[in-house]
């Protein structure tokens, strides 16, 4: 197979997915939203049930509902028959999925799951099986065909039944008024977490480099060179007036004969951009990158209390 038919063959497996995805969303109707309130209703969690290939599907949709903020756990249908059917409560919403809604296992299943639990919402292709026959809600995933080319492995099945998964997560959040604030409670470690949550105090620099406004050029020097940086800040007091850079130190240098009654007052830069230690990591990356600068000074309540570096962020995946 040459590279113009490897192609082709992938664009109409795409297409084949599009369509039944369109076909999916036309269909959608009070049945969805029945769905949608009966989980969002349930006095305990979600329990989401499948086998083969949409077992896979399903404990993804389970992964994307927790990280939502509504609690949900997978159980196989093969071990659900042999033990694990206690996890259900009568509290409990089950969400079964099954393309053909008649595969053994499910369909000795389902007057279990319809027991044990407060409502059956069934994800089924099939609307004659009995998972749809015990279903309280049945939410049709029914494809005209796989895009699979022998049309027998499930491609476009498990997309539809994927799509609807989104769609309940979606529009759980929605009307749970779930926010920004509350993905990022459990979203803690990683790049993703950091962005959410990490604050600047967590990504400070070890050093603190500071002169006054009368320091000499010795002082001066000593500092900016002493720090990675690249630079210091200039204080009056408690309050902070201004920065000084290794590059201020060139410019200078390079316009004076005369440096021995210079002070840093004479040479620093004013009004420096400044964060406060609380700030979250991502909004200082934000101002680094709108401004092109390397550092920031941080604050605690309008004191100096160090620097922020840009190079620091990169590497901790702060993408502002």
Same mark, same amino acid.
């Given at each position: 197979m040459n590279q113009s038919a490897i192609l082709q063959l992938a664009k109409e497996s795409i297409s084949i997915e599009i369509s039944e995805l369109e076909h999916l969303k036309n269909r959608l109707n009070e049945d969805f939203v029945k769905a949608v309130e009966l989980i969002r209703s349930a006095q305990g969690k979600l329990i989401v049930v499948g086998i083969g290939k949409s077992a896979h599907v399903g404990n993804k949709i389970v992964a994307t509902l927790n990280s939502t903020g509504t609690p949900s756990q997978f159980l196989h249908a093969s071990e659900a028959i042999h033990g694990?059917? =206690? !996890?259900?409560? #009568?509290? $409990?919403?089950?969400l079964c999925i099954s393309n053909s809604g008649n595969s053994p296992e499910i369909a000795n299943l389902v007057p279990y799951l319809k027991s044990y639990s407060s409502? %059956?919402?069934?994800?089924?292709?099939? %609307? /004659? /099986? #009995? %998972?749809?026959?015990?279903s309280d809600v049945v939410l049709n995933t029914h494809v005209e065909k796989e895009a699979c080319p022998i049309k027998l492995a499930p491609? /476009? /099945?498990?997309? !539809?039944?994927?799509? %609807?998964? $989104?769609?309940?997560?979606?529009?759980?959040?929605?009307?749970?008024?779930?926010?920004?604030?509350?993905?990022? #409670?459990?979203?803690? =470690?990683g790049a993703l977490g950091k962005n959410l949550t990490a604050t600047v105090e967590q990504f400070l620099s070890s050093q603190k480099p500071q002169v006054s406004e009368g320091a000499g050029i010795r002082d001066i020097i000593i500092s900016v060179s002493g720090s990675t940086h690249g630079i210091t800040v200039v204080t009056d007091g408690e309050k902070i007036t201004g920065v000084i850079t290794d590059g201020d130190l060139r410019r200078m240098l390079m316009s004076k004969t005369d440096i021995s009654g210079i002070t840093a007052k004479d040479i620093m830069s004013q009004n420096p951009k400044i964060i406060d230690k609380n700030s979250l990591a991502k909004e200082a990356m934000h101002i680094l990158k709108d401004k092109n600068i390397g550092q920031l000074i941080v604050t605690d309540h309008g004191k100096y209390f160090g620097i922020i570096d840009i190079h620091r962020l990169l590497d901790e995946g702060i993408v502002g």
């Open positions: 694990d059917l =206690g !996890v259900i409560q #009568k509290t $409990d919403v089950v409502a %059956l919402i069934g994800m089924t292709g099939n %609307l /004659s /099986s #009995k %998972l749809a026959e015990f491609t /476009s /099945s498990t997309t !539809v039944q994927m799509a %609807l998964g $989104d769609a309940l997560a979606v529009c759980l959040m929605e009307i749970n008024g779930f926010q920004e604030n509350d993905f990022a #409670k459990f979203h803690p =470690g």
